[in-house]
């Protein structure tokens, strides 16, 4: 991650787009091999993008019959990829790698474009779906059975076989990184899938679309249909659809389990965190600050497993709290697609005016805005419409407070203070949701002992928000069940088939 950070600072500012430049005149929907115009009536609802605030394209939702032909589609191409050797769907994956690290500008451009963030976030984005992609060819190489004796001469074996058609449902703040993230293992279990991005950020899983049938993949092995709630409950009901994969809000994803329940389809969720961070008063405290940043202000703070309740023990409290809120000013606020810019613009309008109302709230609770917290208006006349503010921390929090119990989703750091180990790890899982955690300290007997008793299901000691492919991500709670990434993937997009084989006579009680 830190060798990729490097890297991406250093590449030197050539660009292809301009903020407040682009218009997408391409269909965004994908099956059976191209780009395809939805035929569905309904009102079609602008895209916008958040740098600028401009329109970037209407929306051109799927209805039952586009959904339907890309799931026939997928269907076509599920038979014949089923039936490639790990090696042979390993080349077309390893192929479609080498297209995205040649492509990484032009797809990091229009992710920031229509996403919002900045252009070095943007980079890293794309370089983990291309490793995630390279890490899943890898392992579809290595999908086997077992091997069971048994008395007599007779023995069993497993087959790990796919499941079908899949539908992988994005989310926008990592449009691109998460469609890697969901058909890598997918495909490399010898699936197919249907792919819908979120309607704020349409633009990019078409590319990954046509990345993969440049590679060499069936026509149909990997879709994407635009569209908002009913274009995904169409997905979820579909009878052909054996697993829905969704990244989002819980209540999205209590709604999806809901629906996928009535097909009995597998189901793999990652939603929402609340989750905390533990800096205790060994750490190195400069290292924990550069930790609670990366915990709160990455992509504007629109990260699912952000550490935004900040617990620091009390004796480096005030030391700790002056280098948070001087690092914080400090960060360079505006256009996505300058290389100086650390903090880019929010998904929308409305989600701007939300995080906004949290800080509000959190002035009429009591809590002390340190710094930031506040619209901001770039001085680039082209760029006052974005949805742009300053990263904000909050002081003086306490665990009952609006801020610290609810998912924010925007640049808003809660600063809260606590005196004893056992004391914090009881406030650190009070919650319903179990994400992430982290904890900072130089006693390691303290790290994994905290690390222990922490309920969430990504942690991190002396660092944070650090998510390389080999590792599993997921939560504990109401923040998910199943895993993205890892070898344990596999087993959420496969399924095992067990055969007897009797070398002798029956024995029959008959």
Request: proline share 5%.
């Amino acid at each position: 991650m830190l060798h990729r950070l490097a890297t991406s600072l250093r590449r030197p500012a050539v660009r292809c787009l301009s903020s407040g430049s682009v218009d997408i005149k391409v269909p965004l929907n994908f099956w059976a091999g191209k780009r395809r115009t939805s035929q569905e009536k309904c009102n079609k609802e602008n895209v916008y993008e958040p740098a600028t605030g401009r329109v970037l394209c209407p929306l051109e939702p799927c209805g039952a019959a586009e959904v339907n032909q890309a799931v026939e589609a997928a269907k076509s191409a599920f038979g014949h990829w089923s039936k490639m050797s790990g090696m042979e769907r390993a080349k077309i994956m390893i192929e479609a790698a080498h297209i995205i690290e040649r492509r990484r500008e032009e797809i990091a451009e229009i992710e920031v474009v229509n996403n919002g963030k900045s252009i070095t976030e943007a980079r890293l984005d794309v370089d983990s779906a291309r490793l995630c992609i390279e890490y899943y060819a890898a392992l579809a190489t290595t999908l086997a059975g077992q091997h069971v004796q048994l008395p007599g001469g007779s023995f069993a074996y497993t087959r790990r076989e796919p499941l079908g058609v899949c539908v992988g449902i994005g989310a926008w703040n990592y449009p691109f990184q998460i469609a890697a993230w969901k058909s890598a293992p997918a495909l490399a279990c010898g699936n197919s899938m249907v792919f819908k991005p979120s309607p704020l950020t349409p633009a990019t899983a078409v590319l990954l679309a046509e990345i993969y049938a440049m590679a060499g993949a069936p026509e149909g092995l990997y879709n994407v249909v635009q569209g908002g709630q009913e274009t995904g409950s169409l997905l979820c009901h579909h009878p052909d659809v054996a697993k829905v994969s969704f990244t989002g809000s819980v209540p999205t994803g209590k709604k999806i389990m809901e629906m996928a329940s009535k097909g009995v389809k597998h189901v793999t969720l990652e939603l929402g965190g609340k989750s905390p961070l533990l800096i205790f008063q060994d750490s190195d405290v400069e290292n924990a600050v550069k930790g609670a940043l990366m915990a709160n202000f990455l992509s504007q703070g629109q990260v699912c497993s952000n550490g935004t309740r900040v617990f620091v023990h009390k004796d480096i409290l005030p030391e700790f709290v002056e280098e948070v809120v001087k690092r914080t000013r400090a960060i360079q606020i505006g256009d996505p697609l300058l290389e100086s810019t650390r903090m880019g613009a929010l998904v929308s309008r409305s989600h701007l005016e939300r995080v906004l109302s949290f800080v509000d709230q959190a002035k009429k609770e009591g809590a002390a805005v340190l710094c930031g917290g506040e619209p901001f208006v770039p001085s680039d006349p082209k760029l006052r419409g974005g949805y742009y503010m300053t990263p904000c921390v909050l002081g003086n929090c306490t665990d009952e407070m609006t801020c610290v119990k609810e998912e924010i989703f925007g640049p808003v750091m809660c600063v809260l203070s606590f005196e004893s180990e056992e004391e914090v790890l009881l406030r650190a899982n009070d919650t319903d949701l179990g994400l992430a955690a982290g904890v900072f300290t130089s006693d390691v007997k303290r790290a994994h002992r905290v690390v222990e008793h922490l309920k969430a299901g990504s942690c991190f000691i002396n660092n944070y928000n650090i998510t390389p492919v080999e590792v599993p991500f997921g939560g504990f709670k109401m923040s998910g069940i199943g895993r993205e990434n890892g070898q344990v993937t596999i087993e959420h997009y496969s399924q095992l088939k067990s055969v007897y084989v009797e070398m002798g006579d029956v024995d029959s009680l008959f």
